[in-house]
């Protein structure tokens, strides 16, 4: 059984599968260290018990609408337009996922915060939904023209270890931890499910080879992006300075 064919049952056990074992931890460590009062306790337990309920709604709507309908775009947009407005899309569809994302709203904030003001949430949520959004765009015109996987990610990374050594340290941390959380729930269940009906719907296509990797590339997305951030922010200050 895939995963568009779960029922709601079935979405509930696994989210149990997924938390039993840390409230069973947490319990451990609660009556044997932390031991927190009734009122906190009960109060985490609450907490737990949202998160959980939260989780079941937003996995059964992920493979009971997300997937499908990503999946059925992609084979669409396929068969019935020309290479030029999958890659469109790819950039919009990009753009939209990371922009939406919860978790990177998250590391903005955190990171806006943490600076002080300097680094702000709203550049860096739009360096990443750009960034992500260019690299989807490359990831549909690797499906569509049959790039090699191997040569896209290979030049990447070296560009990022080059980068890494011309942008500040701060931006160097930021990008790594944002390349983790822009791979979030909204990239996976409608990115790599649109990428993989577009493979099935390109002639000659393998959804195997072709459908899958969309996800490094995003995750590459923004250390390339926000270490050159980085190094346009070291760049002004630079020439401020003089």
Not at 50 to 57: E, F, K, S
Not at 83 to 89: A, G, L, Q
Not at 123 to 142: D, E, K
């Amino acid at each position: 059984m895939t995963h568009t064919d779960m029922s709601m049952l079935e979405v509930v056990i696994d989210v149990l599968q997924a938390l039993l074992p840390i409230i069973v931890f947490f319990l451990i460590f609660q009556f044997l260290f932390i031991k927190y009062p009734w009122v906190t306790l009960k109060r985490i337990l609450i907490g737990v018990a949202i998160t959980g309920g939260g989780m079941v709604l937003f996995l059964g709507g992920v493979f009971i609408g997300f997937m499908p309908i990503a999946r059925d775009m992609g084979e669409f947009l396929a068969e019935n337009f020309d290479n030029w407005v999958i890659i469109s899309f790819g950039f919009l569809m990009g753009f939209l996922a990371t922009y939406a994302e919860p978790a990177v709203r998250v590391l903005c904030g955190q990171v806006e915060k943490s600076s002080g003001g300097y680094i702000s949430a709203t550049m860096i949520l739009w360096t990443l939904s750009i960034g992500v959004a260019a690299f989807v765009a490359l990831g549909m015109a690797r499906i569509v023209y049959q790039f090699d996987f191997r040569e896209i990610i290979i030049i990447g990374y070296v560009l990022a270890l080059l980068l890494m050594w011309k942008s500040d340290g701060q931006f160097v941390a930021i990008a790594f931890d944002s390349g983790g959380v822009a791979t979030g729930p909204m990239a996976v269940s409608i990115i790599m499910t649109m990428a993989v009906g577009i493979a099935s719907g390109v002639e000659g296509g393998n959804p195997i080879v072709d459908g899958f990797g969309i996800i490094a590339l995003i995750a590459l997305a923004p250390i390339l992006f926000v270490s050159g951030l980085g190094v346009l922010l070291s760049r002004k200050e630079d020439n401020d300075e003089l």
